[in-house]
């Protein structure tokens, strides 16, 4: 695709864009995605323009029409021979439809470009097929052909050059009304069928040009008997009379494939079959009780919709890897793990077990598809364990104030937090259950809850801050609507901020950390048996710089964390930050808490820059107000 046509469509489906993700989308630089939104705008004229605003590219429509009929004239242009991709789909495609070897003049004529693109698009196509067992065989002048085995020509045909071979092939109407109603007879949905014909067209090119199928790999003969073969047997027995042709058992199991290997399950089962491979709910079982031993998420794997969708999930990947079958990548990985960091940290270990289990390795597709699916199940989990934050306003300055402050508070606090207003009184209110009193100016109560005072008119960012830095019996930080600060920041203080010796190690710097909340009284030995059993399971480091240990006790009365940094020059490698943390039973407090602590500590680690600048900290204000430039920083690029 061409980059205007690339940066359009990526703007239209995820609404906005970081430069980075974008240069990463196109292959190219920064510079180069601010020049190509340059010559965008001008192509857009007054119908529309795409502005950079808190670090991320936004598409705004001015005049709907007139911006249709540039988008379509731009998206219509990536069709044209002018992009790399599509020529060296084209090349894939001449060469291998061709029953006689192809001269790069006839290529370089029948795409009106010089001899010398087609050689550099031939160089490209090779390196795309070193991978497989396709290969480019022949000499420029004399012809080219492919060359290799025959389910892996499809492949690369179905992956890589789909459209140019098959966009104006037609299959005929007796063949599509066959396969229609074979469709409809398993009830497919609309994905899938398209899906399916893609498979189905290839196979009817193929084998009508005399290329059969003539031996398949005997894995694929695990899905004789399956769901996913009647269905093909079905389609075969349907369409053999149509060509004329008796379909062999080779060509039905590919029929079969996408089937088997579709991504998302929402028809009956295709897999089922008198045998399967592997377990799928044992294996889904190992991915949580590791995901439990080695993050400690606090938290056990709930029976729900989530994990049994995400269950029929690990059994079509496991298809799709054992048949090399290749999801699209919908999502930039970058852009994912950035958003979701515990999710994508729990893939990788989903990953991890896969290949230890069965020996496929998840490629960067799946890996994001995967992360998606963990990220639904944490929100899931975070639903089901929830209780709604309660705000009492107590103001005597009438009903209309009360119903100010609280529809300004509703666009900061939780969606389902739960609101009671409380006329002022000398006697002290009745809070039962109460997380948060709002009280307006003049009323100077002394609660045990925690309170804060507001005006009818008040600075929401500064209330943001002061919300998340408050502490909560039964909630950790809240999830606000704004730039919320570091959560971090607000799990600690100056007495549980250390610097730690240069030579620590990381058991070293644990011990001082532990020794330092005892002192204070946060934590016992109890919490410090419980800690070293965590680590014997496995080991509490993010990565080589940064350490999470972190562990639950009974007789914790609430969360307690300590921080320590070794500082280190920047060329020095080893372990730099650890952040300990102390958490209750999960029946004593709300674990979204050590989620987002998760979910920060990652961020934390991927960003070798300022993992180098907290490392030489020497005090907890200092941090404080880097973690505020940072927080406030990152947020506004997500936003």
């Not at 029929?312 to 930039?332: A, F, I, K, Q």
């Not at 960067?364 to 089901?384: G, I, N």
């Not at 500082?567 to 209750?584: C, Q, S």
Request: glycine share 6%; aromatic share 6%; with cysteine.
């Amino acid at each position: 695709m061409q980059r205007a046509a690339t940066i359009l469509t990526q703007l239209e489906t995820c609404l906005s864009a970081a430069p980075e993700a974008l240069a990463r989308r196109l292959g190219v630089g920064v510079r180069t995605v601010a020049t190509e939104v340059a010559a965008l705008n001008q192509s857009l004229g007054r119908s529309g323009s795409v502005r950079l605003a808190d670090g991320r590219y936004r598409l705004l429509v001015v005049d709907v029409e007139a911006f249709r009929e540039v988008r379509d004239r731009i998206t219509g242009e990536q069709e044209s021979f002018n992009d790399p991709e599509r020529r060296s789909a084209f090349i894939l495609a001449r060469l291998t439809r061709s029953d006689a070897p192809v001269t790069t003049e006839v290529l370089a004529a029948e795409m009106n470009v010089g001899r010398s693109t087609v050689s550099g698009d031939i160089a490209s196509l090779r390196d795309l097929l070193a991978h497989s067992g396709v290969a480019i065989e022949g000499r420029p002048h004399v012809g080219l052909r492919v060359s290799g085995p025959e389910l892996e020509i499809r492949t690369m045909l179905l992956r890589h050059a789909y459209h140019a071979a098959y966009d104006t092939f037609p299959i005929g109407p007796e063949l599509e009304r066959a396969f229609s109603e074979t469709a409809d007879d398993f009830h497919f949905g609309d994905d899938l069928r398209a899906d399916l014909l893609r498979w189905l067209t290839v196979m009817l090119d193929r084998t009508v040009n005399g290329h059969w199928l003539s031996e398949i790999p005997a894995a694929y003969s695990e899905i004789n008997g399956t769901q996913a073969h009647v269905y093909a047997a079905a389609l075969a027995a349907r369409i053999s009379p149509l060509i004329d042709e008796q379909i062999p058992p080779a060509e039905v199991l590919f029929l079969a494939l996408p089937a088997a290997g579709r991504r998302t399950p929402t028809t009956a089962d295709l897999l089922s079959g008198p045998s399967a491979p592997v377990d799928v709910e044992d294996l889904v079982e190992r991915i949580f009780d590791r995901i439990r031993n080695t993050m400690n998420l606090g938290f056990d794997v709930e029976p729900s919709d989530v994990v049994v969708e995400f269950s029929h999930h690990v059994g079509y990947m496991m298809n799709r890897l054992r048949y090399s079958l290749h999801v699209d990548r919908t999502v930039d990985e970058r852009e994912l793990r950035g958003r979701f960091p515990v999710a994508s940290r729990m893939a990788e270990v989903a990953r991890d077990v896969i290949a230890e289990e069965t020996g496929l390795m998840m490629d960067s597709a799946e890996l994001t598809l995967a992360a998606t699916y963990f990220q639904v199940f944490l929100e899931d989990h975070v639903a089901r364990q929830h209780r709604p934050f309660n705000v009492a306003i107590l103001t005597g300055h009438g009903p209309g104030t009360a119903r100010l402050i609280r529809a300004q508070l509703s666009k900061l606090l939780p969606q389902d937090t739960t609101y009671a207003v409380l006329p002022a009184s000398s006697e002290p209110p009745h809070l039962e259950g109460v997380d948060l009193v709002v009280t307006t100016p003049g009323s100077q109560l002394r609660l045990d809850v925690p309170t804060i005072e507001l005006s009818e008119v008040f600075d929401r960012g500064e209330l943001i801050r002061k919300l998340s830095a408050m502490r909560f019996a039964h909630h950790g930080p809240l999830a606000l609507s704004g730039e919320s600060g570091s959560m971090l920041v607000s799990l600690l203080d100056d007495e549980r901020f250390l610097q730690l010796p240069t030579d620590s190690s990381s058991a070293d710097g644990v011990t001082l950390l532990l020794d330092r909340l005892q002192s204070l009284g946060m934590v016992s030995d109890a919490f410090r048996t419980a800690l070293v059993e965590r680590e014997a399971l496995a080991p509490m480091q993010i990565n080589a710089e940064v350490a999470f240990p972190h562990a639950s006790a009974h007789d914790l009365q609430g969360v307690a964390c300590a921080m320590g940094v070794i500082p280190r020059g920047d060329a020095e490698e080893g372990l730099r930050i650890i952040f300990l943390m102390a958490v209750p039973l999960k029946t004593d407090y709300d674990d979204r808490i050590l989620l987002r602590a998760y979910d920060e500590i990652i961020r934390l680690s991927q960003d070798p820059l300022l993992v180098r600048k907290v490392s030489r900290l020497n005090s907890y204000i200092q941090f404080f107000y880097l973690m505020e430039d940072y927080t406030e920083a990152t947020t506004q690029g997500r936003h």
